[in-house]
């Protein structure tokens, strides 16, 4: 008796605790791709996925570090919900400024806004920059 109290007390206890674990908000989906400027790569950057909340979007923003011209959220930030975004993409030339005001260089470009109606998978999607 005292075996089958232990086995459901820990049952119970990993029950609880994944759903706990689980609860954190929508369900959050991974965006990967590249990113191009003038036909170049980004060398650095970041990306972010801003829920459209005009269009009832709602939930937490996703976002992503720019890398040689590859993002992905799933390898480093934060993944995002489905439907209508609003994207932020900043970009730089990845060549640490001397003086330390900014470790990913000089911007290549002001921040450019665009719009995206991701799905409620994970996804890739490019964007090439003018």
Do not use: W
């Amino acid at each position: 008796m005292k075996r089958k109290s232990t086995i459901i007390a820990l049952t119970l206890a990993s029950v609880l605790l994944g759903a706990r674990c689980g609860s954190g908000g929508p369900a959050q989906h991974h965006v990967s791709g590249q990113v191009t400027f003038h036909g170049e790569p980004v060398p650095a950057g970041v990306i972010r996925f801003l829920p459209d909340t005009a269009q009832g979007n709602q939930g937490p923003a996703g976002y992503a570090p720019i890398e040689g011209g590859r993002y992905n959220t799933a390898r480093s930030g934060r993944g995002t919900v489905g439907g209508p975004h609003a994207v932020v993409i900043s970009g730089y030339d990845g060549q640490p400024d001397p003086s330390g005001e900014s470790a990913h260089g000089a911007p290549l470009f002001a921040d450019h806004h665009t719009t995206a109606d991701l799905p409620t998978t994970t996804t890739t999607l490019d964007f090439h920059l003018p």
